[in-house]
Every structure is written in structure tokens, then in C-alpha cells.
């Protein structure tokens, strides 16, 4: 192997007494994709914000080139060479795309101060053509873009070249998380053309299938040490997972256990909204259906509708053969209708909440003394039943949910919709950032939830967990509903062919 | 340790100006006497802080409060002067504090105008009202009943001094009563909990289910009926009702549900964090006119105190990276 | 020595300045320790500064605010056994006296004087303040000798935005008024309840060009930048002196008085007051 | 159409008062003359509001300006009456500001209070400091050089009118230098479009390697400037100087810049937009005593329409959820 371009020894970094990172240790080579693998937890994101700059590690050495190198802020760390694109989505959606390409850059100028707007908007244009995205218009603002759209931005951003200050190592912290199957292959073609010029990424995912394509070699964090550097070509998926876990996980779906009773917990006829358009489907009780289409077709937005998220403008939403009038989020979840929003983080938790507060938001009536009083006791303890259920890890229910790692904040989520032994269950990407373990114990759940009799739609851009998961698979295009067919047989080929248009 | 100081950097700020001021003035300080009094002239302050904090908890203000606390007491007083019979009045200012208070309410949450805007305009609305009602005079004398402005000066007996009894004020009393109700809203109900969730992230509340828009409409609601009723308790203490006399109120108000916010854990306001807020407020105020302090230093220790107090616990709260 | 705190909240009015350093001078020579309290306009915050400086037990306390508001925190200085003397406060049983100016006086005086040069006839503007009860007691007297005369029309009473001293809006309103009535000698006077909107009515009126119009102007309470304004023989005809000094003098001698043991039986002690015009303004 | 409606309701709502008052006081309200006069009413304010937009921008507050314009008149006026000439008492002043503005960037971006509070505390620190060094005393007359106070009295003659030339006065001139100035900062060079990028997502932004810190520093040293020059731009036109004169600045400037922010698509603060806010506050003040309304009834109308005038942006605003 090639001396290292970057290497860190033995990083550690805890918080309040917890460690979060315990022997980060990593060494990689110029040229090479290393991929780095754990549960969620295992203290990935922590590692590389300390590589960024955004953290102080307790302890550790970074070495650039092997002289070591201190890195106090994050313009001192693009200053190396390093280039992030980190887990939550940043972005500042009052600025245009060019404007967020350069965050943090000089700016093209003129007369060495004033923006130069037309050079700005042309350097985006082709920073965005490069990666093959130039549909995204650079002078747009970014809040007006899809969030896949906006994850493109910030790749790009990453990829931007500058003078003087070459690129040498682009860390990506699950950066496909939020991007479609065609999206996700836009971005590994880019990272093909980088290691061909010599770059290196460390490349962070759940998506195993991805991780065994892209990656030359992988290195495993668990509880916050680095355990193993192996070369991909050397290893299997089981064997990883093992590494990762400890223990062996068939990294398949769980059967399906009962056949889907006939009775229809959910229906939609021809109803709409501002952004999806004559919906019309039944749910049957114990059934799984999924929704799928290209990026911005209006997936989420059914479940809004359905939610109340999203106003009515059309059609009617009958739930067990009752008709439902008007409606906001607060009579649905009354209505026995559970909801996992697609943005964890802005859509569904009280960041400085605790566990506890975030799971029993939505219940906080039922777990009352006579529908006025809090009962924290049974909050606490309901809320323990349920984090255990979805296997969180966390110190207790106490401790504040922004404390929790990426996957683990999505299992909050989940355990909130699932406290009320709800009627129906709308999922939006629901393992959106689970690790491998965590995701086969959601989707247990999941499946033995529908076989309890609950209705449940799970939108995924995941095409394998839909093949895996659904009964029947609902494709929209364009805000429409363009078809629904049955698992059974469907290829991920076939369904994103339906996606694309072709008749069913 | 650092978490201590974290938490208890505001505690610690109150207890040393407690102590300061003790062996600064060993005879009058610490008494009882003093104590009571100092309680009494917060009361009303008290009163509007502990309301504020419950729209602080949506992460909202409150600017009108000041305006509201003088209107009350314009329409106590003109009520008083058409002769109505003090418990109606006190009804209707109490009426026109709620009222006020869901105007604000539902321009913040059915019409969607920052709650900083909505309550900047009805703050000149209450305003212009009161003027507008009371010709912009000031109302006083024979035209405030005895026994309203007698309840600013009496209270509940309890032991005696000397020849004299030792009174606990019904200001104070009305304003712990307050703190006692705010705190079982907002720590002890579904409905407090709901506004904390809202404070947290509005969008995720509403997907949960919380009714956002008439919880925040309501919370108004109470703070302004915390306002009139500060402006009632105003208007009884100084035996008059003058268009401007709610004024100060809002920014103290606002200064000691901050001071409080930087004693819990999270940085959420918590009405008994601004019951110590309040209190430093007074204290500083009653110790340092003791101490002959001239009024203007007065005023720049009491800012240099408050930014200090917070200073200590938000530099610990940096640390934390 | 004594210790007397002085508790006001007014005291950024040029008047209360003047009669509070009148006071200090006077209590220096007596050899009085004396504490100024300004409570910046509130009320309520001057009955807590009154209690806590009977809990301090100063030997006098003298207050510039309206008696009947602060009567809780009187009370408690009256269980205290402090005496409390009021400086142009107003008359109350618990005070020891009040010493003031006769405000109905000024104000008839700088009416009367006003209806006489227009000659008992025109539009007359009036700026007023009734939040204030001895500001008010002056429009209340200024409204009867101009409705007294039946030629003379009050266009406009305007309560000034004085958070700012009175100056910039009163020049603003005035300014607004001015346009509003372009013709000439369409406005007769300016009588002003003290002398900032005088001063501010009089910029508005030199702005706008009109000052050859003989709109005559009066304040109240002849301070310097107004007696300035009236040495110039500016539209700015006349103003009344209070002697801020004597009243100061006269209750720091009151004070004395009380302390020296002799009873003083008069609830209020009158201090003469004096009509400034160009003739003697640079007194 | 709703889209129209949500931007521009603002500026239809101002399009409107001001064909309202032209209808109503035809004669002299649409003349240069008295857009003269409300430009250079409203120019402190202005200057006041442009420079708050600037910590806006970062989503910040800035509390103290009020106070801080009135110190600067007071350092002014006091250096004028101990016979410093009146460019360097200008400078000093402005020095102050700068000084004060610096120490709120310290406090809120270095020791990391929330702005609400740092200058909170700072704004009873400075009125404290005005108080102090003044003596509470209004410092006018002959202390004031005529040099200085001529400045607000005079202008650029323009053109005309009659015997008379009219002139666009300094202090309009001022505040529209001030205007592109800020403008300039804002739109057109990085250290602006990084304000903006705080303001949208500070960690984003520290993540992207933008220094937060040193940038909110600076910031609040820009607004604490504006305040001073506010103040001697005061000073001067009053000829006067008063401890508290400024205090009516906060909130107004904050009403503008607010007013503004309904106006710009995506809710951001925009100096344009703060300069259509001052406008309408001024224009308000100026049509509706010309029409003689009673000066309450102004407040109560000013208020009113101020709620307006943001609802009809936030209603639509609500509809595209
Ligand atoms: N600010 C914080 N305060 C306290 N604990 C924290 C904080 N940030 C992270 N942690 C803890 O550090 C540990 C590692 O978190 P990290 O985000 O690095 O995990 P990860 O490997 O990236 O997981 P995921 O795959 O879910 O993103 C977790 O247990 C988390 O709870
Ligand atoms: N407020 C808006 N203004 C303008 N365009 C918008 C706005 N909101 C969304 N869009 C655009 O409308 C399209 C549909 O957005 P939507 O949020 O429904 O997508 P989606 O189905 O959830 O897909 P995904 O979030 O995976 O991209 C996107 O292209 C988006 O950029
Ligand atoms: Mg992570
Ligand atoms: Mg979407």
C-alpha cells in the first residue's frame, strides 16, 4: 500500500462523560474509495466532524501526508485538502444554488470586493453540469429545490475546485441517503472519475450493495473503535455485518407471515391536494402498500394528504369505511392514523426533547390523567417499552434526542407512531440511515404490525426494502398516480421502468 | 463541575449578590420586613414574567404586554368613575387583558404575522387605546375607590414585630398564586407539555397531532390576561391609572424569563427559573438604593449583573464543543 | 448631619433638575448626605424606592410625584416616623408640606397674554400633555381663557410624543399643522403647556419660511434654550420663569426647619413665579 | 395572483396610504416640498433601521441602539461643551458606537449570550452610561456649536420654488448615503451574502468554513455605528442633547425592518425592503396629522395598519402550505 494521504491514530472524543468515539483510527490510501462501516452510534459522523473541524477531539493525532496536523476549524481542514459533505443536510434555503456551491469560498469578484453574479452563476453552472445535474438552475434558491435536488447541491459544492487549494480527500457521510437510485448513480460515476485523478474518498453508508461496488477497501468502527481494515475483494456481506454487530444477520426481509385480510382500513378516492392528484387506492387491513416514483413525483405528498399535513382539495379519504371530513395531523392521529415524516429532523423531532418527550408527543392525551394532567410515570414508561421495542441506543429516555446518532433519531420517530397501536401507519422512508442490524428489526416490526391487522403505506426510495416489504406497489409520476401493481414477481428494473412511464 | 456552574451560574450570581448585599447592610437587609417588601415591588412584574413564560415556551413574545398592563388599569379606572362596582370592573379590564390577548393570539397563529410584528402593532394599538379612552389623563384621587387601591396596601397577618404586626402583602400573595398556577400549566398538563413541544419544533409538533394554531392562540390568551391583571395590580399600588404606566414592564419581563432561561438544563424558559429572574431583578434594585447607590450606577451595575450572570453559564455552555 | 433621599421620577425635565441641585446646594451647606433617585418615569418603581429607603431609615425623604400615587409607599414612611416633604408634588395630609409654584397662574398668565397680543382673534394651536396632572391643570386653564373669547378658534391640541423630550415631534406635528394650513396668518398662535413644543413649533415655523407671519408663541417654564429663543425676538414672545432655585431652596429650608423641631403648619408653600418676555429674558 | 399579493401586499399596502392621503389633502400632501420633510423626519429612523437590518440579516437582534443613539448625542454634546472641535467630537462619538457595538458582538458571538439578552443588558449599560456622564441633564443652548446644529437645517438647494429654492437636506441625504452603503454590504460583497448564510443556517455555514464568530462580531460593530450617527444626526436636529432621546428608535427600527421582511420572498430582512418599512411609518405619521386625526387615534391607526399590511402577506402566505 501507498504511504497514507490522510491517517488519524487513536482519535476519542466523548461527550459528558460518554464516549462517542473511543479509537478512531484510520489510514487512507491516495486513490482509493475506504468505506466506513458501523451501526448507528458507532461513532462514524463523530470521526469525521472531528476531521471537518466541527468537533474537538479529547485525544488523537491527524496526520496529513504524515506530518500531524491540528485542525481547529473547518476552514482550516478545506485548507488541508479535505472536502465534506456531512450526514444532516445543511444547507441555507434563502440563498441560490451558486450562492450555497460557494458558501464559505471567496466569491468571483469585481473590483476585489463586489460579487461578480454573472461569473458566480456561470462557475455553479458548470460546477452542476460536471456532475451531470445542470437541470438545477444556479440562481434558484435553494428552498425551492427538492431535498434531493438540494443533497445534489451540496455534493456538488464538495466537488467544486478552486485554486490553490486542491482537493485530496472527499468524506461523504451517507450521502445517498436522501438521493434516488438515479441520483445515486450519478454520484458514483463522479467518484469513479475522482480516484481515476488520484483523490481518495471515505465513503459512509448503510447500503451494503453500494459499499461492496464502489469501496477498495473498508474499515469497521464498532462502539466507537476501530475494529478491522479489510480490503473489499476479501470479504463478504455476512462477514461485515459481523464485524459490525458481533453477531450474524441474514441481510435479508423477514417473511411475510400472515396473507393480508380483505377488510379496507384506508381508502382514497380521487382525492388531491396542491401537489398529488386524484389519488385513488384501498388499503386493505394487514396490508403493505408501498409507493414508489422518481424523485419529486409526489410520494410523500400522498401520505401528507392522507395525514392532513397537506390541505384537501379534492376526493374523498374514508378510514374503516368512514368518511373523513376536513381534517389537520391532530384529528388523524386521534383517528387512529400514525405518521413518520420523511424529514426526521425538521419534520418530525423536538431536537432538545428527550426521548421520552419525542415518543409520547403524540399520545399525550391517552397517557393523561383524565385527559388534563401529565402522567409522567406512564410517559416514562411507555416511552421505555416502546425504545426497547425499536432497539434505540441511547443512555435512558431522559437524555435529549439531538445527543442520538442519525439512525437512532429515526427510530424515535418510528417508536412514536407506533406507541398508539395505530389503525393505519404512514411510513416515509422509515430506515432512511438505519444500519443494517437496525433496519432488519424495523422491518420485523413492520411486518408484524401488518399482520396484527394494521393498514400501513411506506413510501421508500429504497427499491429493494419495497420488493421486500410490500404487497402491492403504488407508482406516481408527476404528482399522478399512474399505476398499482403487486410485489409479486416485480424486479427493481421493471418498477423503475413503471416509474419512468412505461405502461404497466 | 463546569455543568454545575452551567446550571447554577445564574443560582450562584443571586446568592452572592444576596450575600454581598447582607454583609454590605447587615441591619435591614435580611429582615423579613425587607423581604416582603421587596416581593411587593416585583409583584407585579412578577406576574407579567411568569404569563410571558408560557407564550416563551412556543418560542414566542409577547411586546404588548406593557400596553396591555396600562389599558387595564385605564379601564378599571374609567369603569371605577362610571360608577360600576369594583368586581365588574376588575372583570371587565380582566375581559379586555383576554381579549387583547387572543387578538394577538390569532393574528399570530389563524392570520401567520410573527408574533415580534402582531404584538410591535397591538403594543401601539393598547397603547393608543389607552390614551385614546382616558383622554390621555391621568385618573386618580376620588375616582379610585378605598378598597381598590386598599388591596395594594394590605395583606395577611402574620406575626408580630414589635408593636407592629407583620404583614404578608396580597401582592405578593396574588403573584406567588400566579407563579403556583403558571407552573401546574406548564409542568404538569397535557397543555404545557404541548406548548414546550411547540417551542421545540413547531412543524413536528403539528405532524404529531399537537393543534398548534389554538394552543398558541389560547397561550396569548393568558399572557394577556397575566398583563391586565399586573396592570390592575398597578393601578391599586399607585392608587391611579395613567396610560403609560405599563411601559416598563415588558422588557424586564422579558429580561428575567432569559435570566431564568439560562438556568435550565435545555435553555427552555421555565416559570420557576423565572421566578429567580424576577427575584434578582428586585433584589438588585432594593439593595443597591440602600447602599445610596447613585440611580444611574444603579442602572449600569444592574445591566453589568445581568449580562455576567448570564455570561458565567453560557461561557461554561461554549466549553461543552 | 442628615440623610434625606430625594425620589422623583421625572427627573430629566429641565425644571426638576433645577430645583433638585437648588437642593443640593443647600443641603451641602447644611451638611446633609443626600441621595438623588430618578425612577425614569415610574410610578410604582418610586413607592419600592420610598420603602426602601424608609426601611433604610434616612432622616427625610423629599418627593417630586404626585402624592396621592405614591400614598402606599408615604404610608410606610409614615409607620417609619420619616417625614416626607414634597418638591412641586402636590398637597396630601402625609406630607410634611409641599412647596411648588402656582400653576394656575402660569398658565392664565401665558394665556391671557396670548389672546391679547392676537387681539382676542385667530386660530390658535395648543400643545398639551394630561397624562401629567400639573401639565394638565395648565391646558384646563388655558381651554377656558380661550373659550372665554369667542373669536378665537383652538384648531388643534396636540399631545406630543415626549419620549424624546418633547422637541423633534412637536416640530414634526407642527410641521404636519403648518402644511396643513398654507395661508398666511391661517394660524394666529402657538401656546404651548411648557417650552419644548414652543421650541419645536418655532423650528417648524422658521423651516417653513413662515416666521414673518407674527404667529405668536408661548411656552411655560422659561428655561434657558427657550429664554434664548425670546432674547432673539423670535416668534417666541413669552414664557413663565418658576423659580425652580427658590422652590428648592424653600424646601430644603422647609426640611431644615422640620428637623431644627419647629412645626410648620402651611400644607403648601407658594413660591412666586414671573413672566419672561424679550424685555427681561436674558436675566 | 396569491403570489403577487404575498409579495407585494406590503407595497400595495403602502401604494394605497399613500393614494389615500394624496386623495384627502390634495393640496399639500403629493408635493416635493413635504416628501422633503418626511424624508427628513424620518432619517434617523432610517439610518437606524438600515443598520439593523445588517445583524437582522445573521438573525439577530440588536436592543441597545435606542440607548446607544442617545450616549452618542450625550459624548457628542459633552466633548462640544469641553471645546473640542466638532469633527473630532463626531468622531468620538461615532467611536463610541462602534465601541458599544463591538462589545454586544463580543458578548453574543465569543461569550455566546443570545443577542436578546447581551443587549438587553447593554442597553440598560449604555442609557445607564447616557445618565451618568450627562448628570440626567439635557445639554442644549450655547454649548452646542451652530456649525453642528446648521447641519440638520440645511441641504443641497435643488431647485426653485417660488422665491424660495427648495433643498434636499443633509440628513436625507445622510440616510440615503447610508442606504447604498449598507445596500452595497448586503447584496453585493461576501462579507453581506455571509451574513445572510448565518442567518439561514449557522452551522451550515460554520460547517462550510464561514467564521461565524468574527463575523457576528463585526456585525453588531456596523449597527452600534448606525446607532451613533442616528444619534448625532438627532443631536443635531434637536440641537440638543438628552439622555433619552433614542428611545423611541428600537422598536420603530425593528417595526421596519420587520414591515420590510414581509416584502422579500423568502422572509429574509433586505435593506430595500427596510427602507419601504421606514417609509411607510413616516408617510403614516406625516398624512394622518396633516389630517388632524387625533394623535391616539394616529397610534391606534398606525398600529392597525402596520398588522395589516404584514397579514395580507402572511395570509396568502399560509394558503401555500
Ligand atoms: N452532542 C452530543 N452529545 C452527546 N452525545 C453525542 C453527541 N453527538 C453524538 N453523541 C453520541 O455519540 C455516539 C456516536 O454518534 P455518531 O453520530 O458518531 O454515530 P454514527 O456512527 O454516525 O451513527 P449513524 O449511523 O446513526 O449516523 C452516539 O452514541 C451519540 O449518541
Ligand atoms: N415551494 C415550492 N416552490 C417551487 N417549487 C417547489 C416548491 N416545493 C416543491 N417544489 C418542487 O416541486 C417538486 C415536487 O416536490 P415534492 O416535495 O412533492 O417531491 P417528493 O415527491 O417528496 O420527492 P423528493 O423529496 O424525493 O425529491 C420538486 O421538483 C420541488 O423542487
Ligand atoms: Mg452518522
Ligand atoms: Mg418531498
Redo the contacts with the bound molecule.
Sequence with gaps: MNAPILETRKLS?S??G????KDGSLAIAPGEVHALM????????????ILAGATKPDAGAIFVDGAEVSIEHPSQSRRLGLRFIH?ELSVIPELSVAENLFLGRPYPRRFGIFANWRELNRQASKALDALDIGHIIPSRKMARLSLGDQMLVKIAAAFLDEDGEAARVYVM??PTAALTSEESERLFKVIAGLTARGRSIVY?S?RMDEVMRIADRVSV?RD?ETVATRAISSISKAEMIEMMTGRQIAEAYPPRQAAATSGTALSLTGASSSSAHDISFELHAGEILGITGLSGAGQSDILRLVIGADKRTGGGVELDGRTLAGGTPATRWADGIAYVPRERRREGLLPRGSVADNTVLAHLRTLSRAGILRNRRAELKRSADIASRVKL???GVT?PV?????????KVVLARAILGAPRVLLLDEPTR???VAAKFDIHTLVRELAASGVGILLASSDLSELIGMTDRILVMREGRQVAIVPTDGLTQTRLLALSFGEPA | MIRTIRRYGTLIGIIAVILFFWINIPDTFMTARNWLNISQQVSMLAVTAFTMTIVMAMGDFDLSVGSMASLSGIVAALAFKAGVPVPAAIILALGVGVLGGLINGALVSYVGILPFVATLGTLTIFSGFAFLISGGKTIFGTDIPASFSGFARSGVPLFPAGEQWVFLPYLTLLALIVLLVVWLLLEHTVYGRRLYAIGGNTEAARLAGVRVRFLRFSAFGLTGLGAAAAGLMYASRVASANPTQGSGLMLSAIAAVFLGMTMSEEGEPRVLATFFGVLILGVLDNGLTQMSVDSYVREILVGTIIVLAVASSSLSKLEQR | AGKIAVITPYLSQPGTQFYVEAFQEEAKTNGWDVNVIDTKGDVAAAISRIEDVSTQKVDAIVINVDPAQVAAGLETAKSDGIPVFGMDAGASPLLVTNVTSNGYAMAADTAAYTANRINGKGNVVMFVFDAFPPVQARGVIADAIFKNNPDIKVVERVTPDVSDGGIADSRAKMEAILTAHPEKGSISAVWAAWDQPALGALQAIEAAGRQDEGIVITGIDANPQARDAIAKGSNFEASMAQDFKGIGRATADAVKRHLAGEKIKQSVIYVPTKLVTSANAKE
Excluded at chain 1, 38 to 49: M, W, Y
Design positions: 472524543k461527550y459528558a460518554v464516549p462517542a468515539l458501523g451501526e448507528n452510534g458507532a461513532g462514524k459522523s463523530t470521526l469525521i466532524r450526514q457521510d451517507e459512509v448503510h468502527l466507537g441506543k441511547s443512555t437524555q439531538f445527543q442520538l446518532s442519525g439512525g437512532n433519531q429515526q440511515g438505519v444500519d
